[in-house]
């Protein structure tokens, strides 16, 4: 017989006794975001440095490179943090090159995937923040669906939101008060947003985006988010400037 076919006989085999003997039920499914930094730098596993050594120089010849400064270490956290609030700041910064002034900017949280270190931050840094090909994007959205929009933020705790955003919420997670520049959102007026084209299709639970309109997603490869965040620290480092990001209460969860 066929050695390829005996050995797919056999194992189709396995599949049928292994189906035949045993039930299985999902009992639960649970998640959490495991934070990669150099901590794990600590104890390296000498067999996966032995592994990994023939590469290593043409990896990091790639990584190396000096992107920036940044004043502190930068993580993601919710309602608000550093590393948020510096990535939907950079949004903003950004909307400018594409014509567009918008009156705020969200990024997921669920899309930064790392930390930023202190002091020197490399093109590899940045690509561990943001690996995925999430492209910039406006959108469009009525006060209204603004409004669902800053509920549905929280039912996860909270997204990135930009500067001149101010959210209360009560000690249930219920939107309490919103203000864009000072001013409380209006129902009725048309708001542009920045964003990435991933929530901007409504995931994440951001679902008032769905309503979204007049979309503009940015096509060309430097337009994915790791790009423009390159960017933005080039054009700091170019100024002599040292990114920096605070947390000044753009999320507030009242007790």
């Not at 009725?188 to 299709?201: G, L, P």
């Amino acid at each position: 017989m066929n050695k390829k076919l005996l050995i797919l006989l056999a194992f189709g085999g396995f599949l049928a006794a292994g189906c035949g003997t045993a039930h299985y039920d999902v009992s639960g499914v649970s998640r959490n975001r495991v934070l990669i930094d150099k901590s794990y730098d600590a104890n390296p596993d000498a067999k996966a440095v032995t592994f990994i050594m023939p590469y290593k120089h043409t990896v990091d010849s790639m990584m190396s490179p000096l992107m920036g400064h940044t004043a502190e270490y930068m993580w993601a956290q919710r309602p608000e943090s550093n590393l948020t609030n510096l990535l939907a700041d950079i949004l903003m910064w950004a909307a400018p090159h594409y014509g567009e002034n918008p009156d705020f900017g969200i990024y997921n949280i669920g899309g930064m995937r790392a930390a930023l270190p202190k002091g020197k931050v490399t093109y590899g840094d940045i690509q561990d923040v943001a690996p995925f090909e999430n492209r910039i994007c406006f959108v469009s959205l009525m006060g209204d669906k603004v409004l669902e929009l800053f509920q549905q933020i929280m039912i996860k705790g909270g997204e990135a939101i930009s500067g001149g955003v101010r959210l209360v919420y009560d000690k249930d997670k219920k939107l309490k008060s919103a203000t864009i520049n000072g001013q409380p959102v209006d129902p009725k007026k048309n708001y542009r947003i920045v964003t990435i084209d991933y929530v901007a299709e409504g995931n994440d639970k951001m679902a008032a985006f769905h309503a979204g309109t007049d979309k503009v997603i940015g096509m060309n490869e430097r337009d994915f988010s790791r790009f423009t965040i390159m960017d933005y620290f080039q054009a700091m480092e170019a100024q002599g400037k040292i990114v920096d990001s605070k947390v000044e209460g753009r999320i507030t969860i009242e007790e």
